[in-house]
Nanobody, 119 residues
């Protein structure tokens, strides 16, 4: 699955950004989708994910209550709405798709989009 992210950029503490990820596949609705992020010097972590069948969502504790993941199957797109941004949200954000479950097995990745939050 080819994934193309957009929407990253510069923000200040407290700002909002929305990331988008377009999937170039007709089977988008059958994929679990996730947003991962990797900060400099840190491991990549799963920030949020959404299951294809149930629409169930998962959020890392660090983003819970501030980020919202959603999907529009008609547009083959998954979104990450990021509110009340903090400097520690600075990272490269990657969109991912998988077929196993919503926490693992992601095997298709986007190119990444940089999000930088200044204090």
């Amino acid at each position: 699955v080819q994934l193309v992210e957009s929407g990253g950029g510069l923000a200040q503490t407290g700002d909002s950004l929305r990331l988008s990820c377009a999937a170039l596949t007709r089977a988008f609705s059958t994929y679990n989708m996730g947003w991962f992020r990797q900060a400099p010097g840190k491991e990549r972590e799963l920030a949020a994910s959404i299951a294809w069948r149930s629409g169930l969502t998962y959020y890392a504790d660090s983003v819970k209550g501030r980020f919202t993941i959603s999907r529009d199957n008609a547009k083959n797109t998954v979104y990450l709405q990021m509110n009340r941004l903090k400097p520690e949200d600075t990272a490269v954000y990657y969109c991912a798709a998988g077929s196993i479950d919503m926490l693992s097995g992601f095997d298709s990745w986007g190119q990444g989009t940089q999000v930088t939050v200044s204090s």
